[in-house]
């Protein structure tokens, strides 16, 4: 039986965590390796709403074209467009930077999903889930300013800082986050978990992939 409010999940040994009730869902055991929830639903929607204000702002009398970098930048984009009160378009764009099951960058970026529209004289914000050693965006902010946009900036939900490996430029941030694997709202594990609500820490000693 559901209790109303949160529930405690138990793992061996593992401190307890309250899961918001809309994270009931079964998506799989992910408590057995969830460490801890490092941004609840609410405070990223919030964040979200905050960082929509700000672009509205910045680019007030201005139409923008927002890229999403396919697949993690996903919750992130069709949160944060409803937050956006300007006229807008979207794109999407694929890129593969890990190796098959790799935690790490490989540094080599191969574009998967190229853009079907021309960018030119455009207002582009890149919007990607996470940035990491800075490689994947860096490939791409190289390749999309070859085609002459009228201005490109970066929007990304979370910035572990200290793998940096390659200098980006950042406009917008969600959140600063430090050097841990984390999942959920967008970010996979395994290609799992997407669908969260929240983003939680993985722990990797409890985590078994199939
Ligand atoms: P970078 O090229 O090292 O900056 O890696 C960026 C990409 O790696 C992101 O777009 C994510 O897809 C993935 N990534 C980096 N850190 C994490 C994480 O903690 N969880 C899930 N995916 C991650
Ligand atoms: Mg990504």
Redesign the pocket.
């Known amino acids: 039986m559901k209790p109303a409010a949160g529930r405690i999940m138990k793992s061996p040994g593992r401190k307890k965590i309250d899961l918001p009730v809309s994270a009931e869902v079964s998506v799989k055991d992910y408590h057995d390796f969830l460490a801890e929830i490092l941004i609840p639903e609410e405070k990223l929607q919030a964040r979200i709403k905050e960082l929509g204000a700000e672009i509205t702002r910045d680019y007030a009398g201005k139409k923008i074209l927002l890229i999403c ?1 396919l697949r ?1 930048g996903v919750m992130f984009l069709t949160d944060l467009i409803r937050c956006i009160d300007l006229p807008l378009a979207i794109e999407f764009m694929a890129v593969s ?2 190796g098959v099951g790799g935690r790490e ?1 490989s540094g080599q ?1 191969r574009i998967t999903l190229d853009l079907n529209c021309s960018i030119k004289d455009k207002h582009v914000i890149l919007v ?10 860096n490939s791409v902010i190289e390749l999309l300013e070859t085609r002459d946009p009228a201005s490109l900036c970066v929007c990304t939900l979370l910035d ?1 800082t200290e ?1 940096r490996e390659v200098e980006v430029p950042v406009k917008y941030t969600g959140f600063s986050i430090p050097n ?4 959920g709202y967008g ?3 395994d290609d799992y978990y997407r669908n969260l609500p929240f983003v939680g820490v993985v722990d990797l000693e409890h985590y078994k992939p199939e």
Do not use: C, P
């Open positions: 970098i993690g930077s890990y960058s970026v990607e889930d996470i940035i990491d050693s800075g490689h994947t965006l572990k793998r841990k694997f984390v999942f970010l996979d594990i």
